[in-house]
């Protein structure tokens, strides 16, 4: 049950990084600083300003999507202007991780944060004889909620037909009169955000908050997306679920160190075997140009 | 000399630095995108501190025995890396950065878990250092300007020009790995037996940035370009003593600046300037002659 909990949000995690992958071809290695910075945003409004976790959770959206637009605008943006290969976006946006890292270490002062014991109610309920708190069940609700409404956007909405067509080829879009900047402006904003709500309730489940709680995520990142296929969104999700209930098991059965090598190993295995991932397709493969 | 004493650490540590952007400076010339110069180091470093500290191995022995290590290390990870590109690479090295700080982490009874190895015998100075620096740089120029480094620079530029010419792409990606996992073996090896102690945490995500910031700041064509790299990073932050707490903000600056503005790196952008003007200065002088010789060839 908990691995399904964690497997989910790793989903979401992946799922705004793997949307950016499919339409600008950009690995945000930032990503990981996004999500941090979601959950340290919505902390701070619980604790300080002493507000709802709805409230929290839109300050944490909201902050992730502010903060990847403006990561946008510093790192990617020039580069993309040059029709740099994609070797600069990803040393760049390493760049960018480092600042936000340190800037949220200055912050938090190195310090481990908790969110308050009432941010949410304990309760257990027990759903055919397995305990289940309140909490993971709205942890889900919210990715569920999430994800249906990502796919409502992206394949039900002429905002999200754009979308798809930037993807598919920036210039054929271009000619077609999409402006490909107010695109990148959507996806990163949504990329970020999705990273942001990740982030908080992440968060709340594990309850701790520090600066360095990106880092693992952004990798575990990497190993959903390259399983489910770089680009693909379903895959992401699948994997995210798939990675969370492997992880757990690991370390209920095995132990916590036996399950990072698991992981990455997994990631190995799958680039040998199968590089497209897979749900991947193999344009998806194609379309990575080489540096 | 008093000078070069006092400040013996730090020329220790920037030649170090030197070593391990070599390692990673190898695989972006051939086009390759590893960020395995991390995990590399760490074999090497705990490869000569096992040796030592359990077997009791002489360190120049160590040494040796780890650069081989590592060389095999890089040739076996070469069999699945080389097939992948790009983003690919880049990822599976970074898994197998991860993978080795687990290892590390987890074999307590070979590597002593979080706590490191300690008591590592201290045989390399800053002399054996400058050798070891002067060997490497020596042979990366050697082969640079062989028929190895030209194939190099022709598969990082384009890949189906290389092919059409007959420089087998996988081959060159794999002699990129083995001779990466040697020089980072090196490295790490001269680190083990320079600092008493090694701990994991050293070779984590934080040098695989550190390492890339070095090549991309310096250059990736030139040999020059890390060697540069690698000491100024080392050098500005000790000048940049007071501001401790945003080191890390001037690093991912320097990293993010420099790709965006000198995408090729300080000295490849200065020797692809000096170049230029040579050429434009034959130019003038070949224009200078043929109009002289057109005067001569009116005036006769």
Do not use: C
């Amino acid at each position: 049950m908990n691995g399904v909990v964690v497997g989910s949000v790793y989903g979401l995690f992946a799922l705004g990084f793997t949307l950016l992958f499919g339409v600008n071809h950009i690995m945000n290695m930032a990503h990981g600083s996004v999500f941090m910075w979601g959950a340290i945003a919505a902390l701070m409004i619980v604790t300080q300003l002493d507000m709802p976790f709805g409230v929290a959770l839109v300050v944490g959206a909201l902050t992730g999507g502010v903060l990847s637009v403006l990561l946008d605008y510093v790192a990617f943006r020039p580069l993309r202007r040059r029709g740099a290969p994609e070797f600069s976006a990803i040393v760049s946006s390493i760049g960018a991780n480092l600042i936000l890292l340190a800037l949220a270490q200055e912050y938090t002062q190195t310090k481990v944060f908790r969110f308050p014991f009432d941010t949410f109610p304990i309760r257990i309920f027990e759903i055919f004889g397995v305990r289940v708190q309140l909490l993971q069940l709205v942890i889900m609700g919210i990715v569920v909620l999430m994800v249906v409404g990502l796919f409502w956007y992206l394949f039900r909405t002429s905002y999200g037909r754009q979308v798809r067509a930037v993807a598919y080829s920036e210039r054929t879009s271009k000619l077609l009169g999409i402006n490909p900047t107010s695109i990148n402006f959507q996806v990163f904003f949504l990329s970020g955000a999705l990273a942001g709500i990740a982030g908080v309730l992440i968060g709340l489940a594990f309850n701790t908050v520090h600066f360095m709680m990106g880092e693992p995520f952004l990798m575990r990142a990497f190993v959903v997306i390259i399983l489910g296929g770089l680009g693909s969104i379903p895959g992401a999700l699948i994997a995210g679920l798939f990675i969370g209930i492997i992880q757990t098991l690991t370390i209920s059965y095995v132990s916590a160190g036996v399950a990072e090598i698991v992981v990455f190993s997994l990631l190995f295995i799958i680039l040998l075997v199968r590089p497209t991932g897979l749900f991947g397709t193999m344009s998806t493969a194609v379309r990575v140009s080489r540096t | 000399m008093i000078f070069l004493k006092s400040y013996a650490p730090l020329f220790e540590f920037a030649l170090f630095n030197v070593l391990l952007a070599f390692s990673q400076y190898v695989v972006l010339r051939a086009g390759v995108f590893s960020l395995g110069t991390a995990a590399f180091a760490g074999f090497g470093a705990y490869a000569a501190a096992i040796l030592s500290v359990s077997y009791g191995v002489d360190p120049i022995f160590g040494i040796v025995l780890a650069t081989l290590g590592g060389a095999a290390f890089g040739a076996l990870v070469a069999v699945p890396l080389a097939r992948l590109r790009g983003v690919f690479q880049a990822l599976a090295t970074i898994a197998l950065v991860q993978i080795f700080l687990s290892v590390a982490l987890n074999w307590t009874t070979m590597t002593g878990g979080a706590l490191g190895i300690n008591g590592i015998p201290r045989a390399v100075h800053l002399t054996e250092m400058f050798i070891a620096v002067l060997v490497v740089g020596y042979v990366l120029i050697v082969m640079g300007k062989s028929s190895l480094g030209r194939s190099f620079d022709i598969i990082r530029e384009d890949e189906t020009v290389a092919v059409s010419l007959g420089i087998s792409v996988t081959r060159h990606h794999r002699i990129a790995f083995v001779l990466s996992g040697a020089i980072g073996a090196l490295a790490g090896a001269m680190h083990a037996y320079s600092s008493y102690s090694i701990v994991p945490t050293e070779y984590g995500f934080h040098l695989v940035t550190i390492v890339l910031a070095m090549v991309v700041l310096g250059g990736r064509v030139s040999v020059f370009g890390p060697i540069l790299g690698a000491i100024v990073l080392t050098i500005l932050p000790e000048l940049l003593r007071g501001f401790q707490e945003y080191r890390a903000v001037l690093q991912g600056a320097v990293l993010m600046l420099s790709i965006i503005f000198l995408p090729h790196g300080i000295v490849d952008t200065m020797l692809g300037r000096l170049r230029s003007q040579q050429l434009s200065q034959k130019k003038v002088v070949r224009e200078n002659r043929r109009t002289w010789r057109e005067k001569e060839r009116i005036s006769a």
